[in-house]
């Protein structure tokens, strides 16, 4: 007999057991259980599902022990999934665990050594994406057409993803209601964000350039929205093959290929940019330009100061040098 799955951290497809798992929710009133499945936030949970899924699609069944869990997470770390990756994956499985009252393997010695095995084996500075500083962000504007809805599209997407510091998964979620529309330029309200677990709103603040610029993020929905027509629902959306705009938000990874095709086209492939690129390319801009702390994370939402500081990238060593002074 399977457990009933009537909280959001349950995957949603069916799992094979060891034995007969029964929740200590069940005598919880309605009311309870709402609060219970609000305690996470929508994107927590769906990144959960799917390590959950990666798990079982694997071959491994629920709920784990500590030998099925380093296993796992062994032959992940040979597949060359990342040591960050691992982790999350391992926090995924606890929190099942924990969820239905189990005592979790993966707080158990063998599997926490596994994972301290696969950090020292391997290199920990991971691969980050290199920042699309202000030069480079408007030579891959230049390449756009903004007399197509591609281009024009594209153009507002990529200046509102470093303007605003968005994450892909962020920016492509935006509604025309989270548009407030002020002189000075736009608020726009984030409703969901990957560090943002209690679902708080958090706000944005983009300023409008001065009158003839090419590059104003402010400018550029404008004009995306009056030539689009969009006056509701989601901000930017998919576009056929043929330039027919889509009712559905543009998807994720139609922003990787757009802007993988844009860098094709600038000659810009092999500096590695990724979505990511833009919000690492604010952050390092803002910062060299002088730009308090507390402003830049106004903009990317940062509360974590050692995290903050990895996202300044420099781009040139000699960039920014502390050692720039010669004469007394």
């Known amino acids: 007999m399977k457990?009933?799955?009537?909280?959001?951290?349950?995957?949603?497809?069916?799992?094979?057991?060891?034995?007969?798992?029964?929740s200590n929710h069940v005598g919880l009133s309605r009311e309870a259980k709402r609060l219970l499945s609000e305690s996470v936030s929508p994107n927590t949970v769906r990144a959960m599902r799917a390590d959950l899924s990666v798990y079982q699609k694997a071959g491994g069944v629920l709920p784990a022990t500590e030998i099925d869990i380093a296993n796992y997470l062994s032959a992940q770390n040979a597949l060359g999934k990342k040591p960050a990756t691992?982790?999350?994956?391992?926090?995924?499985?606890?929190?099942?665990h924990r969820y239905h009252n189990l005592p979790s393997p993966v707080?158990?010695?063998?599997?926490?050594?596994?994972?301290?095995?696969?950090?020292?084996?391997r290199s920990m500075r991971q691969t980050s994406a290199p920042a699309l500083r202000l030069k480079e962000l408007h030579h891959l504007l230049d390449t756009l057409d903004r007399e197509t809805?591609?281009?024009l599209r594209d153009s507002a997407v990529f200046l509102?993803?470093?303007?605003?510091?968005?994450?892909r998964s962020e920016v492509v979620v935006l509604a025309y209601q989270d548009i407030e529309w002020r002189p000075e330029g736009i608020v726009i309200t984030l409703h969901h964000s990957k560090t943002n677990r209690s679902s708080r709103v958090e706000t944005k603040s983009l300023m409008r350039a001065p009158s003839g610029s090419r590059y104003c993020p402010v400018t550029l929905l404008e004009r995306w929205l009056t030539v689009s027509g969009i006056t509701e629902g989601a901000l930017f959306r998919g576009i056929s093959s043929r330039g027919k705009l889509g009712a559905k938000q543009m998807v994720a990874q139609t922003l990787y290929i757009r802007m993988g095709k844009a860098l094709e086209?600038?000659?810009?492939?092999?500096?590695?940019?990724?979505?990511?690129?833009?919000?690492?390319?604010?952050?390092t801009e803002a910062h060299l330009r002088?730009?308090?702390?507390?402003?830049?994370?106004?903009?990317?939402g940062h509360r974590d100061q050692n995290t903050f500081e990895r996202?300044?990238?420099?781009?040139?060593?000699?960039?920014?040098?502390?050692?720039d002074f010669f004469s007394l």
């Open 3 to 22: 457990p009933r799955h009537d909280h959001p951290l349950d995957p949603a497809s069916d799992l094979s057991h060891h034995h007969e798992v029964t």
């Open 86 to 96: 691992l982790e999350r994956y391992a926090n995924s499985l606890h929190m099942w």
């Open 107 to 121: 707080k158990t010695i063998a599997v926490r050594n596994v994972l301290r095995g696969i950090k020292k084996s």
């Open 149 to 151: 809805l591609h281009g």
């Open 160 to 167: 509102l993803s470093f303007y605003g510091a968005f994450r």
């Open 265 to 283: 086209k600038a000659g810009l492939t092999t500096h590695g940019y990724t979505p990511h690129s833009f919000r690492a390319g604010f952050i």
């Open 290 to 300: 002088g730009k308090s702390d507390l402003q830049i994370k106004r903009v990317s």
């Open 311 to 323: 996202y300044i990238r420099i781009a040139d060593e000699f960039e920014d040098n502390a050692g």
